[in-house]
């Protein structure tokens, strides 16, 4: 089973895919657009929301309120299936190396996977 995680600020996007081949990394950005209207925020979340169609378990992570805002979105805006598959949300500093971002969600997906026996 494949699992995600998802680093999430207004302007950028990490999306993390586990499975048994390894870990697959896709980047989305707003594309320089640093008008954060609530349209494009809505648009740029169900951009994100569309890489993570497939997501059985999601941990989301990030500074700021964007990865709670994207969390309600998905649970708000027709992502319901997505909004099921996330099992934590988690606080992260700002612009973390792409090492820091895994560790940090195979930590949480060790323990989570420990107490729900999934792993």
């Known amino acids: 089973m494949s699992y995600y995680s998802l680093w999430i ?5 990490y999306v993390y895919k586990f499975s048994a081949d390894g870990v697959e990394e896709t980047k989305l950005e707003t594309h320089g657009n ?4 609530q349209a494009n925020t809505d648009k740029f979340y169900h951009e994100v929301a569309g890489k993570l169609t ?14 709670d805002q994207f969390k309600h979105h998905c649970e708000n805006h027709h992502h319901q299936n997505l909004a099921k598959a996330i099992v ?7 612009h ?4 820091m971002m ?6 949480f997906f060790k323990s ?3 107490w729900t026996k999934n792993y």
Do not use: C, F, R, W
């Not at 600020?9 to 996007?13: G, R």
């Not at 895994?102 to 930590?107: I, T």
């Open 9 to 13: 600020d207004k302007e950028h996007a």
């Open 34 to 37: 640093k008008d954060h209207s």
């Open 54 to 67: 497939n997501a059985k378990e999601l941990m989301i992570m990030g500074p700021g309120v964007a990865k």
């Open 88 to 94: 934590g949300v988690k606080a992260m500093e700002a």
């Open 96 to 99: 973390p190396t792409k090492a």
């Open 102 to 107: 895994l560790e940090k969600a195979n930590e």
């Open 112 to 114: 989570y996977h420990s």
